[in-house]
């Protein structure tokens, strides 16, 4: 498991460091915090096997109960 979610890390910041802040539609957010806010996101899709999950929780720049919902499932916070 630990494999799997240092993988999908790492792609969520090639993907990411990749894109231009324009490109992520999200001006007001740094391209790190976007990194690391699209990890957790995906580590959350990860631990719940619902694409879903993902999607919804970096809707709103972030902004959203699901990603706070992903904060407390990843305890960390």
């Known amino acids: ?10 792609c969520s910041l090639l993907v990411v460091m990749a ?6 539609g999200c ?3 740094s391209k790190e915090n976007m990194v690391i806010s699209t990890a957790l996101c995906d580590a959350c899709e990860g631990l719940f096997d619902e694409a879903r999950i993902g999607e919804l929780c970096r809707s709103n720049c972030f902004q959203n109960s699901y990603f706070e919902g992903c904060l407390d499932s990843l305890n960390l916070r």
């Open 27 to 29: 001006g007001d957010v």
């Open 1 to 10: 498991m630990k494999t799997f979610l240092a993988l999908l890390l790492l």
């Open 19 to 24: 894109a231009t802040e324009d490109d992520l």
